[in-house]
């Protein structure tokens, strides 16, 4: 049997760095912080580090706007911390994967700066500029990912450039052979000083085909939803050439031997499984978002689940995540008392599972005040519950002021989870049970590459198998409130005590006879 790779058998961990560890003071997370709180990781149990974005930046989107892909935010630190980041990280044993913003800059990138100086410009086409309908509107109806229109008019130049994101993220325009080059050679660079990879963001929105026109109605729209899904996004997602600039990634990956490509993919089963390339030349891993909005029920999960193992393709290996920095905490979505269940789906299902900062701790979307809102997707379209904030709480360290994150004041409120702060967590706690998951799933071949089987599905309880070489492991879920009978073997972990008929809301892990 073949080995696994380090990214099929490892676990990855997503820091959010404004809110991991502060080492200065300032009340936002730095790389300084980030390698003290190294340990805590590999003490956990994960491999993959995943850094959110620490390039300069006006911080509009909180780093997903970048103005210099090559340098660092002074707010996280500098090249030679970064440097000391890896070193300190690889010395762990920890792989560690950068954010990579090809789809947009921040519109103070000096490119855009020379692009929106004039029409003549030699950057003018490395940014997405079009005239004004005759009578002055946008050259098409869409609407961006933060609400309004995707089109910014600038005056100085009287065009509109395009932005799917904020009007201070124009889109670059990858179909420019020079924006190819650059980006890529951006990519050879973070390669070069040590990187073991990149998550790459938005890339589902990388190829807009303007020429294509209006975007459709979305007939299953209604009042009350993300006003960015009432039309289609036919002509601005997933466009063929988003393929093409994939392959190109992967081909620059492939200079750089043992790296990896993890996508942003978003969109039907048939979109994101076509990220694999089609001889296997794109993504390793697109992300599958399946379980992070779907309905958190037995048979839902189940059909979810069944629809994208059978749709992988032949070599395609999986992937799994529960909870980022963009959506609704896994624990207050399935609620805390099946943290531990959906952590234990999480990290038995076959595939490399990434988890969010702080899930393993089951902390739960803080409530942020209005005066305290800093995410410009809340601000732009309030009161709908988009705002991320919630979710980008500081990492509650201790119980001292500031958590141990920061001896300042922290940027957002900490949010304490039910267990207390990671000082305190002791047996009994989320994270006591997620560190012996792992350490069960990453010690048990089956549990590692094992196919998947549906043994049971019922309204309340999912009881699957993972078949390995020379033994079949059985992880059952009580989804309900109600004891349940328990399937037999020998157990090997319990969210509760373990024995007899499985406990409202347990999570058990098995030996099958
Ligand atoms: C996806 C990122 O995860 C999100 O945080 C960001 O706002 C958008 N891409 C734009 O880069």
Redesign the pocket.
Known sequence: MTDLTWWQRGIIYQVYPRSFQDSDGDGIGDLQGIIQRLDYIKALGADIVWI?PIFPSPMK??G??ISDYRGIDPMFGTHRDFDALIAAAHTRGLKVLLDF?P??TSDQHPWFVDSRSSRDHPKRDWYIWRDAQPDGSPPTNWIS?FGPTTWAWDETTGQYYLHI?LAS?PSLNWRNPQVQAEMLDTMRFWYQRGVDGFRV??ITHAAPDVARGDHPENPDWHDGMNPSQRLLKAHSKNQPFNFDIVRMMRRVTEEFPGRLLLG?TDGTLAEVTRYYGADMDGFQLPFNFALLDVEWTVPVLVRTIENYVAALPRDGWPTWVIG???CIRIASRVGHDRARLAMTLLLCLRGTPTIYQGDELGIENADIPADKVQDP?EIQVPGKGLG?DPVRTPMPWDASNGAGFTTGTPWLPVAVPRDGPVSLQGPGSVVDYVLQLIALRQGTDALLRGAYRTVTATDDVLIFARDGADQTILIALNFSDHTQPAPSGDTLLSSHDGTGPLAPHEARILRAH
Do not use: I, K, L
């Open positions: 959110s989107d909180f997903y706007d913003v789809s947009h990912e994101f993220q963001d938005a942003e980022n920095h963009d997707w991320r």
